[in-house]
């Protein structure tokens, strides 16, 4: 069975081709490093994660990019108000970010570019933008023209007018849903020189400008929240289409909201459950699992219940792979249990092979270790063996102990 994706663009699932088969280029927006994550953000990297991990098992070579939003309004305030140098709070916070990301056992990314880092290929992108009148100037600030590439609602559906702009002042103009591509530069923080004035780019170019330099122009897929959808990546998109004259995007994937009290979690609302606390209480490999129950693209509400329960359906997991390594009895294996194993693996990566169908797939491993057929207490040791590689299989695509 091939792999299958579900397109947010087009909303239907698609077999997997990447554009180069010897590369499957990943790009998943990172965070913008002014606080501890929270279970929300843990809940979209452990997604792409395990995509990721999917995507290596058959075979492919993964070049996964997370970008670092070091350069910030929120970065700025939040240093200033603490007395530090905003570079100083953003290296504090990315190093504990990507520490929560090794206690979930996300595997290392390609590349963490930052964007302070990469500033002049993004002036390099907005003047050629500039150049074919993609860009005008408003008192210094530059925005981009949503409508001339197609404007918003290629990846939505939706129009602009029933969603929220991302500037809150939009009076100066030309169409009120054009966004802020160069920021002129404010007094005591970061800014770039450029052709457009001194300033630093938006959001959006951020993420396009590095997305393109770390992987090119052909990107397989690219991940986020769904709340990234709007205006977040339609905007790429219409840079994208500007930029290069088409959609650098294969795949655009985005993984469902996480909740608390049925309000989605959000650090600028302070309705947040921060990871670290989770941590102390669950530990990473139980909340792994517990972001893995559910598909990426369904909302999770957070709740302490449900993660008992996950805990002691990993723990019904790791018990049987125990009994299994104890098992010593002698003996060829037997065709009826060689076909109840096959069973449960075809089960595992069918689940998977459906758009990353982690719910199935942890189905199947359950109903594996409660079968009768493949007791520890029944099996021979080749039995054991084999049931062990099935294990090990699924283990380094929903990486829950970490033995990869």
Not at 60 to 65: F, L
Not at 111 to 125: D, H, K, L
């Given at each position: 069975m091939a792999l299958e994706i579900l397109d947010s663009k087009t909303g239907t699932l698609r077999e997997f081709h990447p554009a180069d088969p010897e590369i499957?280029?990943?790009?998943?927006?990172?965070?913008?490093?002014?606080?501890?994550?929270?279970?929300?953000?843990?809940?979209?990297?452990?997604?792409?994660?395990?995509?990721?991990?999917?995507?290596?098992?058959?075979?492919?070579?993964?070049?996964?990019?997370?970008?670092?939003?070091?350069?910030?309004?929120?970065?700025?305030?939040?240093?200033?108000?603490?007395?530090?140098?905003?570079?100083?709070?953003?290296?504090?916070?990315?190093?504990?970010?990507?520490?929560?990301?090794?206690?979930?056992?996300?595997?290392?990314?390609?590349?963490?570019?930052?964007?302070?880092?990469?500033?002049?290929?993004?002036?390099?992108?907005?003047?050629?933008?500039?150049?074919?009148?993609?860009?005008?100037?408003?008192?210094?600030?530059?925005?981009?023209?949503?409508?001339?590439?197609?404007?918003?609602?290629?990846?939505?559906?939706?129009?602009?007018?029933?969603?929220?702009?991302?500037?809150?002042?939009?009076?100066?103009?030309?169409?009120?849903?054009?966004?802020?591509?160069?920021?002129?530069?404010?007094?005591?923080?970061?800014s770039w020189d450029s052709s457009l004035g001194a300033g630093r780019p938006g959001w959006h170019i951020q993420c396009y400008g590095i997305m393109r330099g770390a992987l090119g122009d052909s990107i397989d897929i690219h991940g986020g929240g769904e709340d990234l959808k709007f205006p977040h990546h339609e905007s790429n998109i219409l840079i994208s289409l500007a930029h290069m004259g088409k959609d650098a995007i294969g795949y655009h994937v985005h993984n469902g909201f996480m909740t608390l009290g049925k309000e989605k979690m959000s650090k600028s609302l302070g309705n947040f459950v921060r990871l670290r606390d989770v941590f102390e209480r669950f530990g990473g490999s139980v909340v792994r699992f517990y972001l893995l129950r559910p598909h990426y693209r369904e909302t999770i509400d957070y709740d302490e219940d449900d993660i008992e329960k996950a805990q002691q359906d990993l723990d019904l997991i790791l018990g049987f792979e125990g009994g299994l390594k104890e098992v010593e009895r002698g003996g060829e294996p037997r065709g009826s249990v060689e076909e109840e194993i096959a069973h449960y693996r075809k089960r595992f990566m069918d689940s998977m092979d459906n758009d990353f169908g982690t719910p199935g797939a942890i189905r199947a491993l359950l109903d594996f270790a409660g079968s009768e057929k493949i007791s520890p207490d029944e099996l021979r040791m080749t039995e054991a063996r084999l049931a062990l590689g099935v294990l090990n299989e699924a283990d380094s695509i929903l990486g829950l102990t970490g033995a990869d």
């Open positions: 499957v280029r990943m790009y998943v927006c990172g965070p913008t490093v002014y606080a501890d994550a929270h279970i929300g953000h843990a809940r979209s990297y452990v997604s792409f994660d395990v995509m990721r991990r999917y995507l290596e098992f058959k075979g492919h070579r993964v070049r996964m990019v997370v970008n670092i939003t070091d350069v910030d309004d929120v970065i700025d305030q939040k240093a200033a108000g603490r007395g530090e140098k905003p570079e100083v709070l953003a290296a504090r916070y990315e190093e504990r970010f990507l520490e929560d990301l090794r206690t979930l056992n996300v595997r290392p990314s390609y590349a963490n570019p930052r964007v302070s880092e990469n500033v002049p290929s993004m002036i390099g992108i907005i003047e050629k933008l500039n150049e074919e009148g993609y860009v005008y100037e408003v008192d210094g600030n530059h925005y981009f023209r949503t409508t001339l590439p197609g404007g918003y609602g290629q990846l939505t559906h939706e129009r602009p007018e029933d969603l929220l702009a991302d500037e809150p002042t939009m009076e100066d103009r030309e169409n009120p849903f054009d966004f802020l591509i160069w920021k002129k530069s404010k007094e005591g923080v970061a």
